[in-house]
DNA sequence: CTGCATCCCACTTGATACTG
DNA sequence: CAGTATCAAGTGGGATGCAG
């Protein structure tokens, strides 16, 4: 029984294309892009600021685990990319807000379908894990 | 003139959530899968298995770029999240087949939102490091 | 409060060579 | 062909202290 249809995908179509242009890094979305959202403290941090705009401690309390440095460092990159727009308040005690661009809103939707994955998919990827760190690698031995 | 409507979306709603559970690595679908997606490597393999099965040099010359050792490394962990699946052919020089499991290919829908959004979003993206580069930080000094 | 600079360690990654 | 082993280099990230 067929696990799934062996349909063209449109991803295998891009694929070929990327492959053909010479995996340039500077032209390959996927490199330039998905790093940064693996980046470990970017994608949250965009899904931090999905709900309002927040200031430098206010993030810094959202996410607990995060040192300045690398808060810092992210929002910058955000910031750089043009996700992410950064509004000074000269008050006395400086405060400084973050808040997503129209850009940064456009990449919420694409993000939350693949958290929306990830969640669905949570279970059964800790069960795999489970089953494959217990030994049980079920690879197939098929015959010659 | 506000840049967006401030929507609740389901993402702020999740990370409210996840907050609330302390953000507990083990429990945090971002964190585990999130950063397995930014792999650098293993987004790229799932693509280049989205349109057919590969033998393990016909994966490194689809991704001229990856040494042997993170090849077999990404593939270990792919397989190991139950991703992709290895099928061992005892011929005489020994084959090995990788072909994206029904939960690999599950994968492949939200990972193709993500990228095709940064297939859109690419040139804006450019357009605002070389910006940002140029020094065009753009930041709004509000009135206090 | 919001950052930047420095130091430093750990992990990741690549290169190379070797094995079944 | 499909890996593994070892070593060397690069990089990410935390801790701390200082500055505007």
Redesign the pocket.
């Known amino acids: 029984m067929p696990v799934a249809p062996p349909q063209k995908t449109p991803l295998a179509t891009q694929f070929d294309e990327w492959q053909a242009r010479g995996f340039d890094a500077n032209a390959c979305p996927v490199r330039n892009v998905l790093d940064r959202i693996g ?3 970017t994608s949250l941090l965009i899904v931090a600021l999905a709900a309002k705009p927040r ?6 309390r959202a996410v607990p ?12 990159d955000l910031q750089r990319d043009g996700l992410v727009t ?1 509004h ?1 308040f000269p008050t006395k ?6 808040r997503l661009s129209p850009l940064g809103q456009s990449a919420l939707g694409p993000l939350a379908g693949l958290i929306d994955w990830a969640e669905r998919s949570f279970a059964e990827i800790k069960a795999a894990r489970a089953a494959f760190d217990a030994g049980d690698t079920s690879e197939q031995m098929s015959a010659a």
């Open positions: 980046d470990k403290w200031r430098f401690s206010e993030l810094h685990d995060i040192s300045k440095r690398m808060l810092t460092q992210s929002l910058r950064r000074v005690p400086p405060s400084v807000e973050y």
